[in-house]
């Protein structure tokens, strides 16, 4: 059974500060990771994709791959309060491609 | 617009009934999946289908079934095989090509069953 792990949080981070959201996956040969966010009551919202190692930056956001580890990992910038959310790391299988397992979520609050 | 709609965003069914959800979509994607959440859980996958007139079963298809006669629309009945039919369901879509395996989701439905 492929699997997606995350700490179900909840996260809590002063307003202003990096919040950092980890992820690791089992399928070795997947190669193609996202994270959604998801407000309370709605549904999921991607906010990145990454396919490579390394970073990949969008405004506040950055994601950091490193598949040698297994490991995923999304950083806030400047956390505001809007950021408040679930996260959830999905990643694609290698045995098709079309597929994604997602995380269970990680519970992110940021407080003033 | 471009978008995926689902409809309604609220159901509510007796147990022993059938229930179809909607999915449309005008994103022009060939891709289109049906997820269920619980709560405090992450997304499980019911059915999925690549293409027009295919479909595959997801790991909890058992007690669900889809059509896909048009590219842009995805119906899902849950049927009263279904044990804990009470969940909030997602409709998604995507158009695999190359890397770009990007999954898009509708607002949801939430269904009750009592």
């Known amino acids: 059974q492929k699997e997606v792990e995350q700490n179900s949080g909840p996260l809590s981070v002063p307003e202003g500060a990096i919040a950092s959201l980890n992820c690791t996956y089992s399928d070795r040969g997947s190669q193609s990771f996202f994270w ?7 549904s999921p919202e991607l906010i990145m994709s990454i396919y490579s190692n390394g970073d990949k930056e969008d405004g506040r956001f950055t994601a950091q791959l490193n598949k040698a580890s297994q490991y995923v990992s999304l950083l806030i910038r400047d956390s505001q309060p809007s950021d408040s959310a679930t996260y959830l790391c999905a ?4 045995s098709s491609a079309s597929k994604i397992i997602f995380g269970s979520g990680t519970r992110l609050s940021i407080r003033p | 617009d471009g978008g995926i709609t689902q409809s309604p965003k609220y159901l509510f069914r007796k147990e022993g009934q059938n229930v179809t959800l909607s999915c449309e979509q005008n994103l022009n994607h060939d891709a289109m999946y049906w997820y269920r959440q619980d709560p405090g859980q992450g997304l499980r996958l019911i059915y999925y289908s690549q293409i027009v007139n295919d479909f595959q079963k997801g790991d909890i298809a058992e007690g669900y079934s889809v059509s896909r006669e048009k590219k842009e629309s995805f119906p899902l009945t849950v049927t009263s095989a279904q044990k804990n039919p009470t969940a909030f369901y997602l409709c998604a879509s995507s158009n695999p090509g190359g890397q770009n395996y990007e999954q898009y989701f509708g607002p949801g439905t939430r269904l009750t069953v009592t």
């Open chain 1, 36 to 42: 959604y966010r998801q407000y309370s009551g709605k």
């Open chain 1, 91 to 94: 990643v694609g299988l290698y």
